[in-house]
């Protein structure tokens, strides 16, 4: 992403101003699970613990969305996006969708 680009979860940005308002933004990832991801949780569901697989197969897909998310709001001429929400669905046996949503918006600076 952009050095200065920011999005935030709330409807503002601290010590900025929202100086034009672009609209709704979107981006998501379908993502599977794979046969070794599949048999170390199966293994951990014996033994308990973190599913790590499992856990960096969603980090990756959450910065995936918010990267397309970004990318939308940057093509519109945006500088930020706020309201960020995040959903998860299961679309499929053993796939997910994560989507990431906002508005895109264009913030200034305010002047102190």
Not at 55 to 79: C, D, F, P, V
């Amino acid at each position: 992403m952009t050095p200065g680009f920011l999005i935030t979860t709330i409807d503002h940005v601290p010590g900025h101003e929202i100086v034009e308002h672009f609209g709704l933004v979107v981006g998501s990832t379908v993502r599977s699970k794979h046969i070794g991801r599949d048999l170390m949780a199966g293994l951990k569901n014996i033994v308990g613990g973190e599913l790590k697989g499992y856990t960096e197969l969603l980090n990756e897909s959450r910065h995936e969305a918010i990267s397309r998310m970004w990318e939308s709001a940057q093509k519109m001429g945006g500088n930020a996006v706020v309201n960020v929400r995040l959903a998860t669905s299961a679309v499929a046996a053993g796939a997910a969708e994560i989507y990431v949503y906002g508005t895109a918006v264009r913030v200034a600076k305010k002047n102190v």
